[in-house]
C-alpha cells in the first residue's frame, strides 16, 4: 500500500515538474510574443499616420526652401536647369569618382530616347594618390580618361570639344552647374590642397595639360540628380527621383519662384533640380521604436539621418538584429544568448531580406543563416516564423514610410491629386497628370517585398484613382549614366549656364 501511495506521489511530483516546465516556457514565448506586439505597434503605419507624415514632408520641404537651415530638409540647389528631353544626340562623357575605384563612361545618342548602352571602364585609384597631391590625382584621372578616349571610335585629335559629366561623391559647395569647391574629403581620400578650391576647374586643368579637348559641362555631386536626369531621358513625364539602397535620398524638379532663399534665381527653363537630402528628415509622426532610439545614440552620427536610418540598406538588418537580441535576453527560444547578436551589423539587410522571402515550409534559409550568420542554431519553426515577422514589420514600416516621402514631394509640386500644401480642392475636382518617379537602389529593386510594400501603401494613400496616375520607373546607374546625358543637356551646342542671379 506504502509503495502504491509513494508512486503516486512520485508520479504526481514528475507530473508537477512537466506542468511547471510548460508554464514556465509558455511564458517566456508569451514574453517573446509580447516583444513583437510591442514592435508591431510601435512602428504602426496606419494611412492616417502616413498622411501626416506626407503634410510633414511638404511643409519641412517649403521650410528648406525659405531659408538656409529652415528645415533638417537642406533642399540642395543643384543650378541643373534643363534634363535631358531624349533628343540629343552625339557622343559624352561620364567621370564617377566617390570610392577607392573610379568609372569613366561613354554614351552615344542617337536622338528619339534611343536606347543607352554606355561603355564603361572601371579601376582602382593608387593609394598614395589618395592623400598626395592634388595635380597627380587628377593627372591620373585625365590619363586614363586619354586612353579611354583612344580606344573608342571618337578621336582624341578631333576638333570638336567633348562634353564630360563629371559625378563626384564628396562634401561640395556648388556655385554653378560645372562648378563647386570641395568642403573637405570622406572616405580614404585626404588631399590637403584640394580643400577649399574649385573641384571641376582641377580636373579641366588636368584635361587641358594632357591635351585632351573635353570639357567639364556638369559637375555632379548627387547621385539622385543623375537618376532624375535618366528618368527623364526615357519618360518626360518624370519629376523627381529616389534612391532606397545604402543609403537614401531624392531630388526633384522645382520651380525657380518657389525657391525663396536664393531671391532673384533666373533659369532658362523656369525650374532646377533640388536636392532634398531627405534622409535628414525628422518629424513628430514617425513611428519610432526603442531600437531606433538606441541605433541611433550608438551611430556615428547621432540625431542625424532620422529617416534614413528607418529606411535605407544600411540600417534595416541592424534594427532586426536588436529586436531578436531583445528577445533573446528574455527568453531561451534563441538559445542561449549568442555573443554575435551584440555585434552591430553583424546582421547585413541582403541576408534579412533573404530571411524574410524564405518561401520553404519549414524555413530552411532562415534556420541557415542564424546559424551562420548569426551563431544561434537549431531553433524550433516557431522561432524562425517569428525572426520572419521581425523582418516583415520592420520592412513594411521602411517601405511605407518611402511611399508617405514620395507623395509629399508630389503633394509639394502639386501631383498628388490634392491641389497643393495649400489647396482646398477636393480630390474628384483635381485632373490628374501624368507623373513619373525615377527610383534607382537595390532596396527597390531587388527586395520584392520592399517594393510590394511600398506601392500597396502608394495606393492607399493617394488612392487608387490619383495613384494609377503616377508612375514608378526603375533607373540603372544615374551617377554614371545619369552624369554623361548631363552632359549632353548641358553641352555647348545646347544652353549652357543660362542661371543668373538678378
Ligand atoms: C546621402 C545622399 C545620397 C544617398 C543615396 C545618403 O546617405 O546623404 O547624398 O544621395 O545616400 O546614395
Redesign the pocket.
Known sequence: MGKVVLGVSVGVAVAALVVGRRVKSRKKWNRVVGVLKELEESCETTVGRLRQVVDAMAVEMHAGLASEGGSKLKMLLTFVDNLPSGSEKGIFYALDLGGTNFRVLRVELGGQRSDLDPDVEQQPIPEQLMTGRSEDLFDFIASSLYRFVEKGNDSVQSPVTKELGFTFSFPVKQTSVSSGVLIKWTKAFAINDMVGKEVAGALQQALTRKGLNMRVAVLQV???VGTIALGRYHDEDTVAAV?I?????ACYWERTDAIIKCQGLVTTSGSMVV?M?W?NFWSSHLPRTSYDIELDAESPNPND?GF?KMI?GMYLGDIVRRVILRMSEESDIFGPVSFRLYMPFALRTPVMAAMHEDDSPELMEVARILKDVLDIPDIPLKARKLVVKICDVVTRRAARLAAAGIVGILKKIGRDGSGGITGGRSRSDVKMRRTAVAVE?SLYTQYTMFREYLHEALNEILGEDIARHVVINVTEDGSGTGASLLAASHSSSGTVDNIQLV
Open positions: 548627387n547621385d539622385t534612391i539602397g545604402t543609403g537614401t535620398n536636392n537630402e534622409g539621418q534614413e535605407s537602389g
